[in-house]
């Protein structure tokens, strides 16, 4: 028992565990206060997402942009950039996918193709924007991430607006079949749950993500600029080329988990008043799996387990979905602050032995 | 346009700015003591559902006129909670200042959208309070053509927004508390090797922040919407914090900022009113704040100086 | 009686760190009127026994006495009330704030029933305070705008501002130059004489003998012994200092020069506020030669290594190696045109210090053939390599999997020096390459960068320790203001003088004007 506290106290490796016990617990002890059965609540969650084949379908569904924008915001980490605009990326994402998937009309194999590519592109370019902008003139990419996901928010609103919008609908047209991610068979097998090749595009983007950054000479290059970006200039490495760089494939990560929204989920793009939060959610996947490829994978699995089933507890046991806005937001909490979780251990080995002593 | 349009423009631009001028000013508190926040528009989402709440309750209560004001302070309580989590997690615990920022708007609005629930039966917004803020007249001063309709004939919480302004301009720059508030935010380890505490500080400022941002929150609740759901605030913050930076962290620059911004939405408004909006697409006015932002950011339109420790966590003892 | 006239009395102070024993049961006595020297070498635990006794710092064990009282000094607060003061090495001065602001904060003058600070009488008092002490320092003006010698009369301000007796100058000579570290040393004088007591930490051995009245040295986080400055000798203290003899000076054959290597003709280079930084640098290296280029920090070094290494750009003017035109080219191909660089700044420039010895030792050769198999890296022959590297140059490492940052200070120095000067390079230029070290270390990488030259590679030295540059240059050109003011042969020439040429007081006779 000791070693164990004392592996959490000097190992950072655990953190991510005792975080999220914790924050299961901080839910927990809040529908407790409501009045409602935590345990009866977090049951029907798994129910809700093991129970049957559509929900499973369905909930893997969730999980698939949560680990594009975690992949997004981890591998800019990497380079030593935080960037907040997955969220922007990844409206641009799926603007640019739904331009191509209403306006253009192609064989399905050049098609969706070229929806996802170009998608990829428009979020890839969202994100050089703050890149460009910390490597010509310094500027802190936090803020202009920030600010560049409402100026996306506001944009899209307007292309599709003055360009994409079917009438008397709020939303675009329908993109063509021919453009569409789906994949039938397997949605079929699902109970009609919408599945899309979105989920193994993002699992090889995993892949891609540890190859390209431990393997490749450019992977290399991106983590000495992430790590010491003095040092990396004085190497003989091209910095300002490499945050660009960066920022273009977290960008075009992001931007992808917008493309398979549209083109295997909704089909059109809607006029929306406010985030989705995926980018966001992004972030808490990134930081819970610690910027390492199979982090993120498990981080995307568990908050796109936890919102899916977020539903089927105001099913199951009547407690309000946005509790899990509160479990994540504390799991993130605890890991972006692992000095709490030492110190609630030392409070409680520390009375543990009080204890002893009397 | 005539005079008389004028004057309502001004108006509704007051109307808007208020919120963000006050949420401004405690971003600027924060980030002066050297801790960025991001989660202004959290914190304003405790104020405004906290304000709509308890708003509601002392009207129910009978509290009749007084109700709003209830709403306000509730608002400034719910406010410093959240930005009290803020604190112990930056300050306290060194936790990188924008994901907690990040953590503050997540959990502000699950949380706030859970206790809705809870309270009103499963709906996902407030009942509607009827005891808001009505729009005060100044004697005198509001017959001034235009500028009286349009600055004079305002809610309440405009003149406290606008007095606040000069409370926190002073605080700054002409107090003791002010000058120790700004060191702290600029060189921490100067601060403290001649004895300030530097974390008290800024816990000091963080949590002044919260109260700030809480009580802008709370105006849009206690003005325009009179109740609370999910989209009542959206963006403001964001806004607010867009307002810091191009105010330069300076609170009457935050002021005409946060003013500019405000003009430019009832502009849109207004705009729409004379069917101009095929020229200029509301959505373009929407963007402004964050567009400025980024190019006085760039130093297309002035610098614009962060202070110089801001987003280091502070260890004392450690220098 | 002797007891009457002690100010400060640490007895017995033992201070740990995780690991290590910063002070172990030390004793100091500082008397009153006195300059009181505090030797040691970096991390000897000089600066720990200051931080104790300033507040900043809990002792575990030990007893403090101010004035024959015990106290306890449980912050800086404390201190500052029990008349203790502290200047600072690295300045403690908020930038964007006025002279004055800076000297009052935290016990700011108050008016309008504390509801605002009085700044007119602020001003008064800090104008009247800076003309009493001679120290002449503007009130109003920004720290910004003054210079690092008024900086530190700034930061003495602020001791006598909270009526400090006892001040304790931390490193004060390190960052100014030879004139300026006079007008100090009679500003001390000054207030010794007008009843202050001072404390001076140091590894310098000229300034104690210069202005201390007794000193104390301390070594490994004991105090070795405390004596009278009169009658000892540099080398008596060198060697309680270091713990075993040491020789002040370093053995090395005559140079054997060859043909002109680095030429930099007029060189022409802005600097970080758009000045220019050098403005028509000149000089020649050639091979088998150690050029030292000494001078006061700030006077275009930085910009001139910089410049020769491509990471600044050239405004005008050439560099030239081996009469190929560098100037304007990328680091990349500087380096591959055969110039190395130790950094002056290991942790920040030279190393990543979260990748492991492994990675950076191919920090600028990764993209070569040898390593890199058609954009994938080679680990198994980049580990190879780091091997024959770590045990070449004799770095301390447990494995070359190992952080960097868990490497001391003298190992991740010679890791560097391995990378660069297993590059081959026909150049290489030393930037401070012994700053922070303990003398083993020094003296490892002095004999490393003699044994290059003695290869009959070029060696540019860049050192703001004038010991150093007189220690090993062959030949030595002075820099001030972004000029090469003069060169002189480290034999014919003593401190006093270069350190005039290092302000330009004095051009020898036969400089590069006249040549």
Known sequence: MNKLIRAFTKDSALVPLVAIVLGLIVGAIIMLIGGYDPILAYRSLLETVFGNRYDFGETLTAITPILFTGLSVAFAFRTGLFNIGAEGQYIMGMTGATIIGVTVHLPWYIHAPLAVVVGAICGGIWGMIAGYLKAARGVNEVITTIMLNWIALHLANYLVNRFLLEPGKGRSYMVDDSASATIGWLSRFMDDARMHWGMFFALLCVIFFYAFLWRTKQGFELRVVGSNADAAAYAGINVNSGVVKAMFISGALAGLAGVFQVLGVFHNQVIAASHTGHGFDGIAVALLGGNTPLGVLLGAILFGTLSYGAAGMSFGADVPPEIIRIVIGSVIFFVAAPGIIRWLLKRVSGKKRKEEAI | ?319 | MEQANTVVEMRNITKRFPGIVANDSVNFKLRKGEIHALLGENGAGKSTMMNVLFGLYQPEEGEIFVNGQQVVIDGPNKAIKLGIGMVHQHFKLVHPFTVTENIILGSEPKKWLGLAVDKKMAYEKVGNLSHQYGLNVDPYAKIDEISVGMQQRVEILKTLYRGADILIFDEPTAVLTPQEISELLVIMRNLVNQGKSIILITHKLKEIMAIADSVTIVRRGKVIDSLPVAGTSPNQLAEKMVGREVSLKLDKKDAVLGEPILEVDNLVVKGRQGLNALNGTNFTLRRGEILGIAGVEGNGQSELIEALTGLRPVADGSIKISGEEIAGKKPRQISEAGISLIPEDRHKHGLVLDFPVRENMVLETYYQPQFNKKGFLDFNEIATHAERLVKDFDVRTPSIMTDARALSGGNQQKAIIAREVDKNPDVLIAAQPTRGLDVGAIEFIHKRLVEQRNMGKAVLLVSYELEEILQLSDRIAVIYEGRIVGEVKPSETNDQELGLMMTDYKRPQGGPESE
């Open chain 2, 1 to 319: 346009m005539d005079a008389a349009t004028i004057g309502h423009m001004l108006n509704t631009a007051f109307v808007f700015s208020t919120a963000l001028i006050l949420a401004a000013l405690g971003g600027i508190l924060s980030e002066r003591s050297g801790v960025v926040n991001i989660g202004l528009e959290g914190l304003m989402t405790a104020g405004a559902f906290a304000a709509a709440v308890a708003a509601f309750k002392a009207q129910e209560a009978g509290y009749g006129a007084a109700s709003p004001w209830i709403g306000v302070i509730a608002g400034a309580i719910f406010g410093l909670l959240f930005s009290l989590i803020h604190a112990v997690a930056t300050i306290t615990f060194r936790a990188d200042q924008v994901v907690s920022g990040i953590v503050i708007n997540f959990i502000a609005g699950g949380s706030t959208l859970y206790l809705v629930k809870l309270l009103f039966s499963g709906s996902g917004e407030t009942s509607l309070v009827n005891e808001v803020f009505h729009k005060v007249k100044i004697p005198l001063l509001s017959d001034i053509p235009i500028i009286g309709d349009g600055i004079f004939n305002a809610y309440p919480t405009t003149y406290l927004a606008l007095i606040l302004v000069g409370v926190i301009y002073y605080m700054l720059y002409k107090t003791a508390f002010g000058l120790r508030l700004r060191s702290v935010g600029e060189h921490p380890s100067a601060a403290d090797t001649v004895g300030i505490k530097v974390l008290r500080m800024r816990y000091a400022a963080v949590l002044m922040s919260g109260i700030l941002a809480g009580i802008g929150g709370a105006t849009i609740a206690m003005t325009t919407t009179g109740s609370f759901s999910h989209n009542t605030i959206s963006g403001q913050g964001f806004i607010a914090l867009a307002a810091v930076i191009f105010g330069k962290w300076n609170p009457l620059g935050a002021m005409g900022a946060a003013l500019f911004f405000g003009f430019a939405q009832s502009i849109n408004n207004v705009l729409q009113l004379f069917d101009f909006s095929s020229h200029i697409p509301p959505e373009f006015i929407y963007m402004l704040p964050y567009v400025l932002t980024i190019l006085v950011l760039v130093g297309a339109v002035g610098r614009s100086k962060a202070p110089g420790a801001l987003g280091e966590p502070y260890f004392p003892g450690k220098r």
